[in-house]
T-cell receptor
Framework: AAGVIQSPRHLIKEKRETATLKCYPI?????VYWYQQGPGQDPQFLIS???????DKGSIPDRFSAQQFSDYHSELNMSSLELGDSALYFC????????????FGPGTRLTVL | ELKVEQNPLFLSMQEGKNYTIYCNYS?????LYWYRQDPGKSLESLFV?????AVKQEGRLMASLDTKARLSTLHITAAVHDLSATYFC??????????FGKGTHLIIQP
């Protein structure tokens, strides 16, 4: 079965640089979520989109922004990167009409030097 | 603000033993989820519990939900080494983000 696709899988950036993470949800899923997981931490919800509109907002820094496009893929844009932004970033997708289990992608490991 | 608490946070047990992980949440939630995560890997959905009294089982794992007590449990029966992982419960859902517990780091020793 098709799964959530994230790219890139690994990313190394310098402080104050920008980064763009991409997420391709499972086909026919209408909701996309972004989470950040620091080392040894639980995942923290950042933001979600339902049918291309922002649905819910969590602890997303003002330096970050995200959007969902017409083909349902989503991008997380991160600017003025800080050392503390180093983490695993997960995208998840779900289908609201069903049990809406959130299925997680493999994650992007971002390292800020 | 929804808060989710798991206990224990760390559990070391022997193969063949039974144990239960507890998950409490602070406010009414429509759904309760359990996920498994291996080190450095993604989160794998185990169960979604949608109503009071819901019980789901998959292999040696069984999850239940008591919405009145705001409590979910994940019971492990006759543990095997392959079940070693971190287990997260989470509440919320729908188009909203999930709030996760801190996770239970489970080690099962031969």
């Amino acid at each position: 079965a098709a799964g959530v696709i994230q790219s890139p899988r690994h990313l190394i950036k310098e402080k104050r640089e920008t980064a763009t993470l991409k997420c391709y949800p499972i086909p026919r899923h209408d909701t996309v979520y972004w989470y950040q997981q620091g080392p040894g931490q639980d995942p923290q919800f950042l933001i979600s989109f339902y049918e291309k509109m922002q649905s819910d907002k969590g602890s997303i820094p003002d330096r970050f922004s995200a959007q969902q496009f017409s083909d349902y893929h989503s991008e997380l844009n991160m600017s003025s990167l800080e050392l503390g932004d180093s983490a695993l970033y997960f995208c998840a997708s779900s289908q609201q009409i069903s049990t809406d289990t959130q299925y997680f992608g493999p994650g992007t490991r971002l390292t800020v030097l | 603000e929804l808060k989710v608490e798991q206990n224990p946070l760390f559990l070391s047990m022997q193969e063949g033993k039974n144990y239960t992980i507890y998950c409490n949440y602070s406010t009414t939630s429509d759904r309760l989820y359990w996920y498994r995560q291996d080190p450095g890997k993604s989160l794998e959905s185990l169960f979604v519990l949608l109503s009071n009294g819901a019980v789901k089982q998959e292999g040696r794992l069984m999850a239940s939900l008591d919405t009145k007590a705001r409590l979910s449990t994940l019971h492990i029966t006759a543990a095997v080494h392959d079940l070693s992982a971190t287990y997260f419960c989470a509440a919320g859902g729908g188009a909203d983000g999930l709030t996760f517990g801190k996770g239970t780091h489970l080690i099962i020793q031969p």
